[in-house]
């Protein structure tokens, strides 16, 4: 940053302060009182864009050359993604495959276990089982290789209808709800049962 862009922000950061100071003081119990105030008011985002051409004045430039850096390092990223994903995907295909195989054998021989014709010992059993090819969850190579492991635990939602109540009213979720319903009602759907359309009354700064 240059340091006329730095002495510039800092004018403003102190009318800022100065400004801040005022509004904190402002008492309205007559109509030269509000006057006084819409005036701060004007000044205050008289204040705000021009700080905000500021920012931007510094930050196009490098939201520009970031997103070049990133245009120039996407297309090798998602080749990349999508090769690790084919790979990934077919180990876990084959091991699962091999895993299948591995635990029909294993039921196999513990349903075997008893006595009376066709059954076979516990001991003899222990045995064909030890001998029961299990798939590699450890596969190395020459440069590396790749595991096979659990994940950690993770959550999914399979039926909304039977959580608790008290998941639909946090704020999150009645946030993640209220898109939803903009979304639909941008493509014409009406408002929704449960929702209301609203106004409320706000003040708005205007500069001469």
């Not at 940053?1 to 403003?12: A, C, P, S, T």
């Not at 039921?107 to 003899?124: L, P």
């Given at each position: 940053?240059?340091?006329?862009?730095?002495?510039?922000?800092?004018?403003?950061?102190?009318?800022?302060v100065k400004?801040?100071?005022?509004?904190?003081?402002?008492?309205?119990?007559?109509?030269?009182?509000?006057?006084?105030?819409?005036?701060?008011?004007?000044?205050?985002?008289?204040?705000?864009?021009?700080?905000?051409?500021?920012?931007?004045?510094?930050?196009?430039?490098?939201?520009?050359?970031?997103?070049?850096?990133?245009?120039?390092?996407?297309?090798?990223?998602?080749?990349?993604?999508?090769?690790?994903?084919?790979?990934?995907?077919?180990?876990?295909?084959?091991?699962?495959?091999?895993?299948?195989?591995?635990?029909?054998?294993?039921?196999?021989?513990?349903?075997?276990?008893?006595?009376?014709?066709?059954?076979?010992?516990?001991?003899?059993?222990?045995?064909?089982?030890?001998?029961?090819?299990?798939?590699?969850?450890?596969?190395?190579?020459?440069?590396?290789?790749?595991?096979?492991?659990?994940?950690?635990?993770?959550?999914?939602?399979?039926?909304?209808?039977?959580?608790?109540?008290?998941?639909?009213?946090?704020?999150?979720?009645?946030?993640?709800?209220?898109?939803?319903?903009v979304s639909?009602?941008?493509?014409?759907?009406?408002?929704?049962?449960?929702?209301?359309?609203?106004?409320?009354?706000?003040?708005?700064?205007?500069?001469?």
């Open positions: 940053m240059k340091n006329d862009q730095k002495q510039e922000i800092e004018v403003i950061a102190k009318d800022a400004l801040d100071k005022a509004a904190g003081k402002l008492a309205i119990t007559n109509d030269a009182q509000l006057k006084a105030a819409s005036s701060t008011l004007t000044e205050v985002k008289a204040a705000s864009k021009l700080l905000e051409g500021k920012k931007r004045s510094i930050l196009d430039p490098l939201n520009q050359a970031a997103k070049e850096v990133r245009e120039l390092f996407r297309e090798p990223e998602e080749q990349l993604k999508h090769a690790e994903g084919i790979l990934k995907s077919t180990i876990l295909t084959y091991h699962e495959a091999q895993d299948a195989i591995a635990q029909k054998q294993i039921a196999s021989i513990e349903n075997r276990v008893g006595t009376g014709r066709g059954h076979i010992k516990v001991e003899t059993a222990m045995a064909q089982l030890a001998n029961i090819d299990q798939p590699d969850t450890n596969i190395r190579t020459e440069n590396g290789g790749a595991q096979i492991r659990q994940s950690a635990e993770k959550v999914r939602v399979t039926d909304p209808y039977f959580l608790p109540p008290e998941y639909l009213y946090r704020e999150r979720v009645l946030e993640a709800l209220r898109l939803e319903i639909d009602m941008r493509e014409g759907k009406p408002c929704p049962n449960g929702a209301e359309m609203y106004r409320e009354k706000i003040v708005a700064g205007v500069t001469a």
